[in-house]
């Protein structure tokens, strides 16, 4: 365990999953409870419109319909929650040091670190939504395995989609060409698992959306960021060409995610307190097994179950993410850390 003086020299960086992290009632115990994330998640389903209050219906009701692996409702609530959990830590009076998001929670690092507003970061996450309709259907394959232990299963649309850890490679593509490769690695002795989407994310098949939002990005304001932002696709901080760069933010539909590299360049970078702002705990199981953390240098730890066990079990996980930052000397007092109020515009 580290000592005392150890842990002050921890900085924490905000960690934000991607699509796949969504489950059922994720965090609902949480709005209407914890004020601070009750009004940043109604801020995104607001911006939303009408279709907003269909995506909090859902959230909030025992049965989902549509299910929370159809794009339409798993990204925008994985969004408002990702961003809310973000803004709750941050209303503890915790600065971060870093900002890394794992595929769309890209989107949400990006707006925390005042790169991309909300509004137009939400109306970007609305237009790929929207074009990705017309996207044959496909999906994404989580396999334990290097990337180029399956290079021989790649091919026919199916590619790396992400690199999450040594051994934890995901693959993405159309739909039939998926299920051979998953037929192949099971005949193989491979084991693999279906990822909570049925959309090919970060593959060729993507394209099109990349080049519908080109376009509408070029009306979007993107400033440099003001606190370090990892990016998951360049596996570094970003810089300011790559904030102005329209074909950057673009193309990451179709970009694979490198998240394992940049949580590797994130860890050498500083000793961190790492903070998963999101549901699932899927990236806290990842960076548990990087050295930086088994050696006790740097720590992670989860802000919600990894699974829906109910309100008691979201509100005692956030009591205790508090408790681990208090206990490490990292929340500064309330309103006085730099941190932007809620509704208030980022530019």
Do not use: K
């Amino acid at each position: 365990m580290s000592s005392g003086r150890e842990s002050r020299q921890r900085s924490v960086a905000l960690l934000f999953p991607g699509t796949g992290a969504q489950h059922a009632r994720m965090a609902a115990g949480l709005y209407g409870h914890e004020p601070v994330f009750t009004r940043a998640a109604d801020a995104v389903l607001d911006l939303l419109g009408p279709e907003g209050g269909a995506v909090r219906a859902d959230w909030l009701t025992r049965e989902p319909a549509p299910p929370l692996d159809a794009d339409e409702r798993a990204a925008p609530l994985l969004f408002a929650v990702d961003y809310a959990m973000g803004r709750l830590v941050e209303s503890w009076g915790v600065r971060p040091a870093a900002y890394l998001g794992h595929s769309m929670g890209e989107c949400v690092a990006a707006v925390l670190a005042g790169v991309l507003s909300l509004s137009d970061a939400v109306m970007l996450l609305r237009e790929r939504v929207g074009a990705q309709r017309a996207v044959p259907p496909g999906g994404m394959l989580a396999v334990a395995a290097t990337p180029a232990e399956l290079s021989g299963y790649l091919g026919d649309g199916v590619v790396v989609g992400a690199l999450n850890a040594p051994r934890h490679t995901v693959l993405s593509g159309p739909e039939r060409a998926l299920r051979v490769v998953e037929r192949r690695l099971a005949a193989d002795g491979r084991t693999s698992r279906r990822l909570a989407t049925r959309t090919p994310y970060h593959s060729p098949a993507l394209a099109p959306v990349a080049h519908e939002t080109e376009t509408l990005l070029r009306t979007v304001r993107r400033s440099a960021p003001r606190r370090p932002l990892y990016s998951a696709y360049l596996a570094r901080p970003v810089r300011e060409e790559d904030v102005l760069s329209t074909r950057f933010w673009a193309e990451q539909p179709t970009a694979p995610v490198l998240f394992w590299p940049t949580l590797d360049r994130l860890l050498g970078d500083g000793d961190r307190l790492l903070v998963e702002a999101g549901p699932g705990q899927s990236l806290t199981v990842l960076a548990r097994g990087h050295r930086a953390v088994r050696s006790g240098r740097s720590a992670v730890i989860g802000t919600l179950p990894a699974r829906a066990l109910g309100p008691e079990e979201d509100r005692r996980a956030v009591r205790a993410a508090r408790a681990r930052l208090a206990a490490e000397g990292l929340l500064g007092a309330p309103g006085h850390s730099g941190v932007l109020p809620v509704d208030a515009p980022v530019s």
